[in-house]
Structure formats: structure tokens, C-alpha cells
């Protein structure tokens, strides 16, 4: 269904329903006798669903009023009144007035918006009765003496059934998204004259008023007043709505309290009511009262609306000195919100601006801004100190990098393959760089240097340690073939000046493809495997110790004669642990060496056996692999 039906018809049959049916309750009753609900019904059409609400209303109530009895002209003349006021509260809420801190749609949600809603009731239920005591002056004038009582009886009626049906309204529409919101204009050419024309509304009822008191009323005085202020109604809702309008879904502490506030009032009204319709009440009144029942229920309305402005005024000064002490402070606290930005600095010179307004209170507020003042310093800093962090990981993310390149340069990145023998190697460092090494390279035509290194410890030491190594024996082997002798220098040259205590293992081996023989000595490192007659086996051998602990320790040579293939790891392979922290172990490893018949480059296929084992568990340790294949 169009929006604009909606805001017809919901309108409509409220006033059918609360008009008609509180007639026929009170068998007929008319000119504002007893309790007559369906006025409220003008304010909050306009309120909420705006000119075609208003025009819901006004068609129902012409339809109402006709079936109640009244004559025609008075009908359409009331309708035209009701329509006009009902169109009032709607430009009156959405003004863009001085000191008003925001236009919202219509929310009792704080102070100046409860006090704006009760300034637009009064005025509207003044207007509303004040043109109808008029209508009825002018139209019955059988009842021209009781027009003042009319009047009367509409502002009384006015004025609580507006509140009723308003504070229902209201939060209903917080649940319910119906309200109509206007479009807004930046035509503001003629905003003086509106303004102007809203000081008139006072003035002009300030008049009726004095003129009423000093002069005898007469027909044309009414009609002159009624032609003056429906004028300034009609030609004041051609006003356009300039005001900035906020809608906001988002609840707040003053609207909790404030919706505490409004059922105290609807219940004090809604009681009200019930008690001017009490039989035994109203009979104990009429027997001290020499007035109608109806009078009576008036005259208790009215003494409940005084009890209400009685409980009003106290109760809204509270409420504004917790906006001000209290709430306004919570909010301009939430502000922070705006200034908070993921890994960046609060920007603490617009929040200080508005914790400075509290930071000397001695309340808790004060307490509050200077904790929120001291978290936006040490925020701050935090954050500054991390950048400062992030600066340093960053470089040194990038001199690692450069580290890891360099390693890997001294690693071989070739096979060697001759009519004899291939060798190959792989390393994999578990962090960015690390403390294995291995190495291969040609001495003469005849032999070739093969060696794995495992330093203590991984990262950046280990690497130093392992890079050292790797020169030293480069350089040793050069005069020495003896891998021993090799072993035996090297460690005391690690022995010097080792403050740390860092030590490795290293197996070193000459190969002699004119003899056959391999040639090798063991410095604590793990005895590689050896194919012999098609099966792998690990080869017994003497463990030496480690280098880098004790100097002048004698290591011993071994020599095999090598038919197949040999294959020297370290003790990253073996280590590497799955999700439930199992080894792959040296018995994994020989039966894989065992099941590879390939004569492929094992060294791929049995890092994928590992990878299938640990099932992507981080890496624990540097894995390192070195073999030597006759041919």
C-alpha cells in the first residue's frame, strides 16, 4: 500500500473508532461533554504522519460529527480547524529554533524535546478550544452563554487525550518505523517572516483574551477572531522545513530515562480519567458541588492536570540537571568513538577540547574525564612505541631477508653429475635463516668434498656459526685431505673465544672415484645411511664429539668403499612432528630410502613423505639433506 494511504487511513479509523464509540458509550453526549479522546487524535495525526495524517483525521471527524448531529456549516468549519491544527503541531515540531540542540523525528527523548511537546499541546488545545468556543458562539447561539464552558471543556479534552495518544504514539513509533519525515528545503528567504509570524500566535491569543475580558462579545468580534487566527494557522503552514533533521535508530541513556518519565505521566493521566468517570466519586462531588456530572468530570480532569504540572515541573527539573551533570557528559564522552581508528593514535586534541569542559569537576564525571584524558596519553604512547616496534621488525625483517639470500648463496644451487657419481643437497631452514649447511665441490679431477653441518640453537647465531663453518673448512681443505685433521683444526679454531658455548655437529667425507673409497670422519653428527647390495642401512660409526667444546680432541678417519649410494642428513628430517607431536624418526626414514626404487632425485619425493606425516605442523627444525650416487 502507497505510504501516503497508510498515512490517511491509520488516522482515519482511529478518529472513527474514538470518536463514534466514545459517543455512543456516553449515550450521545455532545460539545465537548465528558471525556472526548478523538481530540488527542488531531495532534498525533499531525505529528506523526504529517498533512495527509492531518487530512485522515479531518475526513473521519467530518464524518463523526455529521452522524453525532451537528449542522452542517459547523462540521466543515470544525473539520477545517482541526485539520489546520492538526498541521500546525507537524510545522511546529520540525522549527529549527534558537538553543534546540538537534531536530529529530518526534522522540520525548530528552528535556527540551518533552518540554516542546507540551508547549505544542497547550498551544494547539488552546487554539483548538478557543476557535471552537467561537464556532459554537456563532453557530448555536441558543448556548452563547456556555461557549466559554465549550472552550473549556475542548482544552481539558484537548490536552490529555493528546497526551495519552501522544506517549503511546511516540513509543510505539520507536518499535514501529511510522512516521512521516519531511523533506527538507535550504529555502530560507522567508524565514524572518515566519518567524515573525510564530511571535504573532501569542500576541493575537494574549488580544483574544483581553479583548474578551473588557468587551461584551458579539458576533462580529468572534467572527473577526476566528477569520484572524485561522488566517495566521493556514498561512504559517506554508512555512518550508529548513532544520536539519536526524533520524536515529540507536537507543540512549536519556531515552530510557525520559521513557521511565513518560509512563509515570500516562499512568497519573490515564488515572485521571478513570477517577472523572468513577460513579461513586463523581455522586460524593455532585452532592458538595452544585454542578452537572459532566462539569464534575471536567472540573477532576482538570485537578489531575494541576497535580500533573505539579509533579511536572519538579520532575523535569531533575531530569534537566542529570542531562547536564550526567548525561551530557556521558555523551560528549561517547564521542570518542569517532577518534578511535585501528592501530593509530587517538587524535587526543579534539577529544581534550571536550573532556577539558570536565576535567577540574570533583564528581565522578571529573574522575571520568581525567581517567579518559590519562587513556588517551598512555594510548598514545602504546601506540607510538609500537610504530616504533613495527619500525624495527620491519627493518629487521628486511636485513633478514638480506640474510636468508646470502645464506642460500653459499649453499651449492647445482647438482654435480659426472660419468662416476651425482651429489645434491637441499636445506630449509626453519625460521628465516638457520644453522644447518651442507656443501659438495670438486678438489681435482679425482676426488670431491661432501659435508653437513648442524649448529647449535637456529636463527641468526646458529647462521653466523654455520656460515663460519662453512668458509673454515673450505679454506682447511684446500692443503688438507685429511677429513680428520680437518675436524681437528676447525674445532680448535670454534674453541676460541666461544663465550656463547655454541657448538655443531658436522660430518665430513672425501670421495675417490678412481679408488672407490669414501673417506670421513664424525664430529657428534648423525651416522648417515648406505646402500649396499639394493638396501639401505644406517652405517656404524664412531660419533666423535661436537665441535666448538674441547679443544685438541683427536678425530678419527674411516674409510668405506662406496658402491651405490650414501646419504647424509640432519636431525631436522628425522624430528619433524605431527599435529600429535610424533617424531617421523630414523625408522620412517630408512624404510622410505628402502621403498624409493627410483633413480629419480630422492630429495623431493621424501619431503613430501614428510609433509603427508606432519600434515602442515609448523616446522620445528632446520632440515638438511646431502647424497652421493655412483653411477
Not at 494547539?124 to 471543556?153: C, D, E, N
Amino acid at each position: 500500500m502507497n505510504d501516503k494511504v497508510k498515512q490517511i487511513i491509520v488516522p482515519f479509523i482511529l478518529m472513527i473508532i474514538f470518536n463514534l464509540g466514545i459517543f455512543y458509550l456516553n449515550h450521545g453526549q455532545n460539545f465537548g461533554e465528558g471525556f472526548a479522546p478523538h481530540d488527542g487524535i488531531l495532534l498525533i495525526a499531525g505529528l506523526l504522519f504529517g498533512p495527509y495524517g492531518a487530512l485522515g483525521a479531518a475526513i473521519a471527524n467530518i464524518i463523526c460529527d455529521l452522524i453525532r448531529g451537528y449542522t452542517p456549516i459547523l462540521t466543515v468549519l470544525s473539520a477545517v480547524v482541526g485539520f489546520g491544527i492538526s498541521c500546525l503541531t507537524y510545522k511546529l515540531w520540525y522549527g529549527n529554533y534558537k538553543g534546540r540542540p538537534e531536530v529529530t523525528s518526534p522522540k520525548l527523548n530528552n528535556t527540551y524535546n518533552i518540554l516542546l511537546f507540551i508547549g505544542i499541546t497547550l498551544f494547539s488545545g488552546f487554539l483548538y478550544s478557543v476557535l471552537h468556543g467561537k464556532l459554537f458562539y456563532l453557530l448555536y447561539p441558543q448556548i452563547k452563554v456556555g461557549s466559554y464552558i465549550i472552550g473549556y471543556r475542548y482544552f481539558f479534552n484537548f490536552i490529555n487525550s493528546s497526551f495519552i495518544f501522544g506517549i503511546i504514539g511516540l513509543r510505539l513509533s520507536d518499535r514501529i518505523n511510522f512516521i512521516s519525515i519531511p523533506k527538507t528545503t535550504q529555502n530560507i528567504s522567508k524565514e524572518k517572516f515566519y518567524n515573525y509570524l510564530r511571535l504573532a500566535f501569542p500576541i493575537i491569543i494574549i488580544a483574544v483574551v483581553i479583548i474578551d475580558a473588557v468587551f461584551t462579545l458579539n458576533k462580529y468580534i468572534a467572527i473577526g477572531e476566528v477569520i484572524i487566527i485561522i488566517s495566521i494557522i493556514f498561512i504559517y503552514l506554508t512555512k518550508p522545513i529548513t532544520a536539519n533533521i536526524l533520524v536515529k535508530k540507536s537507543k540512549s541513556i536519556p531515552e530510557e530515562i525520559m521513557n521511565i518519565f513518560h509512563m509515570t505521566v500516562l499512568v497519573i493521566i490515564i488515572l485521571g480519567v478513570l477517577m472523572s468517570y468513577d460513579p461513586i466519586l463523581l455522586t460524593a462531588v455532585d452532592y458538595y458541588l452544585p454542578i452537572s456530572m459532566n462539569e464534575i468530570a471536567i472540573s477532576m480532569m482538570m485537578l489531575i492536570d494541576i497535580l500533573l504540572l505539579i509533579f511536572l515541573m519538579p520532575s523535569l527539573a531533575v531530569l534537566k540537571y542529570i542531562e547536564l551533570k550526567v548525561i551530557e557528559p556521558i555523551q560528549s564522552f561517547s564521542r570518542i568513538e569517532e577518534y578511535i581508528h585501528e592501530n593509530e593514535k587517538i587524535e587526543s586534541d579534539g577529544l581534550v577540547n571536550i573532556y577539558s569542559k570536565y576535567i577540574n569537576d570533583e564528581t565522578e564525571i571529573g574522575t571520568l574525564a581525567r581517567s579518559y584524558t590519562d587513556l588517551i596519553t598512555f594510548n598514545n604512547n602504546y601506540i607510538e612505541n609500537i610504530h616504533e616496534i613495527e619500525s624495527d621488525k620491519e627493518r629487521i625483517k628486511a636485513e633478514l631477508d638480506i640474510a636468508t639470500r646470502i645464506q642460500a648463496s653459499t649453499l651449492p644451487t647445482e647438482n654435480i653429475t659426472t660419468d662416476a657419481y651425482i651429489v645434491n643437497g637441499y636445506s630449509h631452514p626453519a625460521k628465516e635463516v638457520g644453522g644447518d649447511f651442507f656443501d659438495y665441490y670438486e678438489l681435482n679431477d679425482d676426488e670431491v668434498v661432501i659435508v653437513i653441518g648442524d649448529a647449535s640453537g637456529k636463527g641468526v647465531p646458529a647462521a653466523i656459526l654455520a656460515m663460519i663453518t662453512q668458509v673454515i673448512v673450505k679454506q682447511l681443505i684446500q692443503t688438507e685431505l685429511d677429513p680428520s685433521k680437518v675436524l681437528y683444526s676447525l674445532n680448535n679454531q670454534l674453541c676460541e673465544k666461544n663465550s656463547e658455548s655454541m657448538f655443531l655437529t658436522l660430518w665430513l667425507g672425501v670421495y675417490n672415484k678412481t679408488t672407490g673409497k669414501l673417506t670421513f670422519s664424525n664430529a657428534g653428527h648423525n651416522p648417515p645411511l648406505i646402500n649396499e647390495d639394493g638396501k639401505f642401512r644406517y652405517l656404524n660409526i664412531d660419533s666423535g664429539i661436537v665441535l666448538g667444546i674441547m679443544e685438541d680432541f683427536d678425530y678419527i678417519n674411516e674409510e668405506i668403499t662406496l658402491t651405490d649410494e650414501i646419504v647424509v642428513y640432519t636431525d631436522g628430517i628425522t624430528d619433524a612432528n605431527n599435529e600429535e607431536n610424533e617424531m617421523y624418526g630414523e625408522d620412517r626414514l630408512l624404510n622410505f630410502f628402502n621403498e624409493f626404487k627410483s633413480d629419480n632425485d630422492p630429495i623431493r619425493p621424501l619431503l613430501s613423505d614428510i609433509h603427508n606425516f606432519t600434515k602442515g605442523a609448523e616446522q620445528f627444525d632446520d632440515m638438511t639433506l646431502l647424497y652421493l650416487k655412483i653411477k
